[in-house]
């Protein structure tokens, strides 16, 4: 985990997510006819891999744990939504040094997204930003920061059950700056795994 989020490139990463999306969006014209808008409430729950630092090493250390949460989403156009995320995780690692660590924080998500129907599919696409509130911390973890804001990306995969959609999701985030108050570059970035239960008065594919 800590060698695959090192070795990307922040920037690099999302430039290339923001031309993903103004090309999706490009597209959103084409097919308006007869469109309601439409809300989505939606449950959100998965397993998170996150690097986080720990006091007086230079180098990250690997984190996991689950998190859970709840969204709001708004297409006001067939293909282009807006969603708003309220999230809780609590990550933890056993360390040779002090044992057993953990932090936990809410995190608030305000993200684009383009949805790309496949048949009865789709795929979305997800970019946006967030701010995170650390509630708890062990000492030796570098949280010094009450609020945290970052980039996040991700991808879904929908299948539509009934009138409910079940969705397979994958996520990236990054802080934009560092956890700690007295020492830059020590962000944390993470990776979240999960599932997504959602209902929507939209017409099925």
């Known amino acids: 985990m800590r060698a695959f989020t090192g070795g990307l490139k922040r920037p690099l990463l999302f430039v290339f997510g923001l031309f993903v999306f103004g090309s ?3 597209q959103n014209n084409l097919a308006q006819d007869s469109f309601k808008s439409y809300s989505e409430l939606g449950a959100r729950g998965g397993y ?3 690097s986080s630092y720990i006091v007086d090493r230079n180098a990250s250390e690997d984190f996991s744990g689950p998190y859970i949460g709840g969204r709001f989403v708004f ?3 067939k293909y282009l939504g807006l969603m708003a995320e309220v999230n809780y995780s609590r990550l933890q690692r056993s360390d040779a ?7 936990s924080y809410f995190q608030v998500p305000f993200m684009t997204k383009v949805r790309v129907p496949i048949r009865q599919t789709a795929v979305v696409f997800n970019l946006g930003s967030y701010v995170q509130f650390v509630s708890e911390s062990s000492a ?5 920061r ?3 804001f970052g980039l996040a990306g991700g991808l879904e995969f929908v299948v539509p059950i009934g009138t409910w959609d079940l969705a397979l999701e994958g996520r990236y985030a990054n802080n934009l700056h560092s956890n700690s108050t007295r020492i ?3 962000w944390t970035t993470w990776m979240e795994f999960g599932l997504i239960f959602s209902w929507s008065a939209r017409e099925k594919n």
């Open 24 to 26: 999706l969006v490009a």
């Open 48 to 50: 998170s891999l996150a």
């Open 75 to 77: 297409f006001g156009e």
């Open 97 to 103: 040094e002090y044992g057993s660590l953990a932090y």
């Open 140 to 144: 030796p973890v570098v949280n010094e």
């Open 146 to 148: 009450s609020a945290l």
């Open 184 to 186: 830059d570059n020590l």
